[in-house]
C-alpha cells in the first residue's frame, strides 16, 4: 500500500526557516511527480510545489515563490520542502502528495508548521 | 489565473437523501484535468473523482462526476453516514494545481 509519511514540522519564529521532509514507500517513486500541498488552520487546500520524477521541473505557488525550494532524492525514496523567510500566513498542516495525470492521488497524513514569536 | 468557485457552502442534508454539489471555473478548463476530493476532520484528503467523471480506485458507485466546459458536479446518490466530510474540486492547468473553497455536507 502506497505510504507517504510527513516529519519536520513544528513552531518556529516569523523569519525562521524549517525543512519538511517526506518518506514514500509502496510504489516507485522515481516515477511520480510529487507536491506539497497545504491547509492552514479551519481552511480550505492550497497547491505550494510540484516536482517532476527526475526534478527536471518544479514549480511553486505564488505565495512561497523565493522562499521555499522542493527537492528529492529518488535514491532515498524522500521528498523535501525547504522553507525560509518563514510568515504567520504560512501556518498551516502541510501535506506530502502524489501527483497523477493532474490529480493528486496519495496523501500523507501531514505535518503541522507553526510561525509565531 | 483559474479560479474555483463551489456551491453551495454547506449543504444540510439527512442520511439517504441524495447530494449535488456544484464547482464552477472561471474559465473553461479540460474536463481531464477536473477531480473531487472528500476530506473530514482530522484526516488528509483523499480522491474520489478524476477525470470530471472517472471515480477513483475503492470509491462507491454512489459517487458520480459529471460537466463540462466550466461547470461540474458531484452527486451522492444515497448519502451514508460516513459521507459526512468537505468535498473539494480540483483542477490542474499551467502546471499548477487550483482547488475550490470546499462544500460543506452535514446531517441536518
Known amino acids: 500500500e502506497v505510504q507517504l509519511v510527513e516529519s519536520g514540522g513544528g513552531l518556529v519564529k516569523p523569519g525562521g526557516s524549517l525543512r519538511l521532509s517526506c518518506a514514500a514507500s509502496?510504489?516507485?517513486?522515481?516515477?511520480?511527480?510529487m507536491n506539497w500541498v497545504r491547509q492552514a488552520p479551519g481552511k480550505g487546500l492550497e497547491w505550494v510545489s510540484s516536482?517532476?520524477?527526475?526534478?527536471?521541473?518544479?514549480h511553486y505557488a505564488d505565495s512561497v515563490k523565493g522562499r521555499f525550494t522542493i527537492s528529492r532524492d529518488n535514491a532515498k525514496n524522500s521528498l523535501y520542502l525547504q522553507m525560509n523567510s518563514l510568515r504567520a500566513e504560512d501556518t498551516a498542516v502541510y501535506y506530502c502528495?502524489?501527483?497523477?495525470?493532474?490529480?493528486?492521488?496519495?496523501w500523507g497524513q501531514g505535518t503541522l508548521v507553526t510561525v509565531s514569536s | 489565473e483559474i479560479v474555483l468557485t463551489q456551491s453551495p457552502g454547506t449543504l444540510s442534508l439527512s442520511p439517504g437523501e441524495r447530494a449535488t454539489l456544484s464547482c464552477r471555473a472561471s474559465?473553461?478548463?479540460?474536463?481531464?484535468?477536473l477531480a473531487w476530493y472528500q476530506q473530514k476532520p482530522g484526516q488528509a484528503p483523499r480522491l474520489l473523482i478524476y477525470?470530471?467523471?472517472s471515480r477513483a480506485t475503492g470509491i462507491p458507485d454512489r459517487f458520480s462526476g459529471s460537466g463540462s466546459g466550466t461547470d461540474f458536479t458531484l452527486t451522492i446518490s444515497r448519502l451514508e453516514p460516513e459521507d459526512f466530510a468537505v468535498y473539494y474540486c480540483?483542477?490542474?492547468?499551467?502546471?499548477?494545481?487550483?482547488f475550490g473553497p470546499g462544500t460543506k455536507v452535514h446531517i441536518k
Open positions: 502528495a502524489r501527483g497523477k495525470a493532474g490529480t493528486v492521488d496519495y
Open positions: 477525470g470530471a467523471s
Open positions: 474559465q473553461t478548463v479540460s474536463s481531464s484535468y
Open positions: 516536482i517532476t520524477g527526475s526534478s527536471s521541473y518544479i
Open positions: 480540483q483542477h490542474y492547468g499551467s502546471s499548477q494545481f487550483t
Open positions: 509502496a510504489f516507485t517513486f522515481s516515477s511520480y511527480s
